[in-house]
Structure formats: C-alpha cells, structure tokens
C-alpha cells in the first residue's frame, strides 16, 4: 500500500527592498564638523535604526517604539533608546529627539538631536535620509 501527500507551496511575493543603497546619515557630535556614515539602515521588525562609520569603530543604535512619521522622544520612560558607540565605549541618549518626517517606498528620513551621557561626548545631532529597511 502506497500513500502520496502532497501539499500545495504557497509563493511569497519578495519584499521590495532596495539591497544596494547604503543609506545618508549624517552626524555631528559636540557640535563637531558633520561627517557621514559608511552605511545606515533599518529594520522593520524590531524598529530599529543601525549606522556605521569605519567599520564597526564607531556606529549609532536607535531603538524607537515605532517607525512612522513622528518625533520620538529619547528617554528610559519612552523606552526609545538612543546609543552612539565609537572606540567601545557607548555613550546612551540621556534627553532628546529622533524625528522621522518620511517613511515611503521603504526609505526612512529625518533628523535627530541628543543629549548623550557616559563620558566625553555630550551631544548628536544629525540628518538622514533614503534609510534603506532591511
């Protein structure tokens, strides 16, 4: 006795993500000179924002509890997290904001201003814009 079964695979459309940008994100720290990372983006799934200078030797973490057009404001009772980390050692948004004024076609733009605490750096400042998702 022979049993077959078969199930049918359902096909999933792939998501429109465009794999080659790297993103504009552009900081300044203690109101420095701006400079722009290597790469910036970000990910849906756990609302978060990720860029990167020099390889990993200096990068930005923003945790929001969403990615829709609106200011976020950083703090431990928002829950919006905002880290910035250069020479391994991070520096944690203590006051501030992180305002995304677009998110279309799965690109993500706004600026952002924080006050930072943990050290020699005290504030971020900054703009971006075509945030690929991922």
Same mark, same amino acid.
């Given at each position: 006795?022979? $049993? !077959?079964?078969?199930?049918?695979?359902?096909?999933?459309?792939?998501?429109?993500?465009?794999? /080659?940008? #790297?993103?504009?994100?552009? *900081?300044?720290?203690?109101?420095?000179? $701006? /400079?722009?990372?290597?790469?910036?983006? *970000? !990910?849906?799934?756990?609302?978060?924002?990720?860029?990167?200078?020099?390889?990993?030797?200096?990068? =930005?973490?923003?945790?929001?509890?969403?990615?829709?057009?609106?200011?976020?404001?950083?703090?431990?009772?928002?829950? #919006? /997290? =905002?880290? *910035?980390?250069?020479?391994?050692?991070?520096?944690? %948004?203590?006051?501030? #904001?992180?305002?995304?004024?677009?998110?279309?076609? #799965?690109?993500?733009?706004?600026? !952002?201003?924080?006050?930072?605490? %943990?050290?020699? =750096?005290?504030?971020?400042?900054?703009? =971006?814009?075509?945030?690929?998702?991922?």
């Amino acid at each position: 006795m022979s $049993f !077959f079964i078969s199930c049918s695979k359902e096909e999933l459309e792939p998501d429109p993500i465009d794999s /080659q940008s #790297n993103g504009d994100f552009n *900081y300044s720290i203690n109101g420095a000179a $701006f /400079q722009k990372a290597d790469s910036a983006v *970000y !990910f849906a799934l756990n609302t978060t924002v990720y860029a990167y200078k020099n390889g990993a030797s200096t990068s =930005f973490e923003i945790n929001l509890s969403a990615l829709t057009p609106s200011t976020y404001y950083i703090s431990s009772a928002t829950g #919006n /997290q =905002f880290i *910035y980390t250069t020479n391994n050692v991070d520096y944690s %948004g203590s006051s501030g #904001n992180f305002i995304i004024s677009s998110n279309t076609n #799965n690109k993500l733009a706004g600026t !952002f201003s924080c006050a930072l605490s %943990g050290g020699t =750096f005290t504030s971020a400042t900054g703009n =971006f814009s075509d945030l690929p998702r991922r």
